[in-house]
């Protein structure tokens, strides 16, 4: 797949005016307003990192599913729309659904009642200080990673969208990223993620109506795309047989395990940059609850990034070909520059930043606070005033986003995004998932088996990707399935070396586990009960089974009319 690195179509420039930039100005505006009102309620580096454990279930729901809609994503999924077709939702409805799903029902508890600030804090309980320090340094790593990506991705599209040239607009961003976190802390990113989860939609929305308006509807569009591509664009597994060649590179089984199942809840269970705004929520129900709100909306978002691509497919027959000027990734562009009038133009160039800045935004928060409290006050300077760690904590952040900078420029390096994202995740996401998976079910996984089962997980994902299939050794047709392979690699190792490194050492006291494996009470609910509950939480469309199981079934019901 193509992706932002590449660059844009040279004609792609928007017909910007005067309005499109003062909707632009009163965006950053309203940003930098949200952090100053958020500096209010930071007193304690709880209030910076973690927004005090204060927050609502539907601001933090709405905050995790904004700060995985990165503009790469937007960008991204509407070129593998264009590129592949229905395929895209495989994404969404089995590589999102599910396991938001089971963070929310299976996971939530354990991470809110252990009372961790930090996904690498709970391996430090769990297993020791080796699995905690190394899952730190890791995570702290991929976060700068991602966080250039974004903004190095922002910088292709502003430049040939705009004409600002890249490093005016890799600055330009990181400075507000830098300017709201640093002065409101998590809150800050938090509420704009909030805001941003609408201006997107606002930037969306106008662009899927006025296409398909454009191909003469749904049935204009199906029949069009059915007429060039064939009737297999139009399905989810159409091709996917195994031994069957089709573009994406899988078969159904590497979409169900690589993609549904191990790159999926690696994902969505282990990345702090998602779990922090869970952790965020005022009680367990609205953690718990955080995800399934996330999960309503994520499940109708393929549709304003599939509709585009498809859309840019029918009007630009050889998008992407060589025998056209414009690449997968020129999709939403492209309709942006054909299809917008004037201000509703301003929205939807507003919303692509906004985009950016929320995937940026969500990498820095988790990036800081993980150094800091996992890194810094665990292991360098101990035991110092909790003052002292604000104070690091924005220290930090402005070094983040410096460091980001640079990451972007290593980012323009790989000739694909989304490939590059997802190897990032295989690399270090899937190993954390399978040291987790195991020790909250497992209680003889011994001490020292997590640290060795991310050493092999990373390890073993790395030799397939770069050695393995980079190198040729065996044949996988794209870069998307040497990812799902990888995942795949990744898991198995890290499980494996866990159960013998288990055999072989000493598990950790039965009575330390209490609140970490399943099927052990936290201490002081060894009576079943549960922590403080707001007004209204027992209300029966609150409950999170109903709402987990509710997103399930929509979801398998979505595939169904792509499926026959």
Known sequence: MQSPTQT??????????????????IYFAVVLGIGFAARRSVKTSLDFFLSGRSLPAWVTGLAFVAANLGATEILGMAATGAQYGVAVVHWYWIGAIPAMVFLGLVMMP????????????????????????????????????????????????????????????????????????????????????????????????????????KVGGWDGLSGSIEKQHGGDFLTAW??????????????????????????????WTTNFAEVQRALSAKNLSAARRTPLIAAFPKIFIVFLVMIPGLVAAVLVPKIGTAGSDLTYNDAIPYLMQELLPNGVLGIAVTG???????????????????????IWAKYVIKGREDGYYLKFGRLITAIGVLASIGTAFIASSFSNIMGYLQTLFSFFNVPMFVVFIIGMFWKRASMKSGVWGLVAGTTAAMVNYFWIYQQGVIDIP?????????????FVAGAVVMVVVTL???????????????????????DGGDEDTAAGDNAWYRKPALLGWGAVVLAAACYLPYSL
Not at 168 to 192: D, R
Request: proline share 4%.
């Open 504 to 526: 072989f050492t000493a598990p950790r006291p039965e009575a330390e586990l209490a609140g970490l494996v399943y099927g052990t009470a936290s201490p002081g609910l060894e």
């Open 110 to 213: 354990f991470y809110y009642r252990s009372k961790v600030r930090s996904v690498p804090e709970f391996l430090l309980q769990r297993f020791d200080t080796s699995a905690h320090l190394l899952s730190s340094a890791l995570f702290a790593f991929a976060a700068i990673l991602i966080a250039g990506v974004n903004l190095y991705a922002l910088s292709i599209v502003v430049e040939a969208l705009l004409g600002w040239p890249q490093w005016v607009a890799i600055v330009v961003a990181g400075l507000f990223v830098l300017a709201y976190i640093t002065i409101g802390g998590l809150s800050s990113a938090i509420y704009n993620e909030v805001l941003q989860f609408f201006v997107i939609l606002a930037a969306l929305i106008p662009i899927c109506v006025i296409g398909l308006k």
């Open 238 to 267: 159409g091709g996917t047989g195994i031994g069957d060649a089709n573009p994406l590179g899988a078969n159904w089984l590497t979409i169900i395990l690589g993609l549904g199942f191990v790159l999926s809840f690696g994902y």
């Open 352 to 374: 692509l930043l906004a985009a950016f800045m929320a995937g940026m935004a969500a990498n820095v928060s988790s990036f800081n606070t993980v150094f800091t409290y996992d």
């Open 478 to 490: 794209t870069d998307q399935g040497a990812n799902f392979v990888s995942a795949i690699v990744g």
């Open 8 to 25: 844009l179509a040279e004609g792609l420039r928007l017909p910007t005016n005067g309005l499109d930039y003062a909707i632009l100005a």
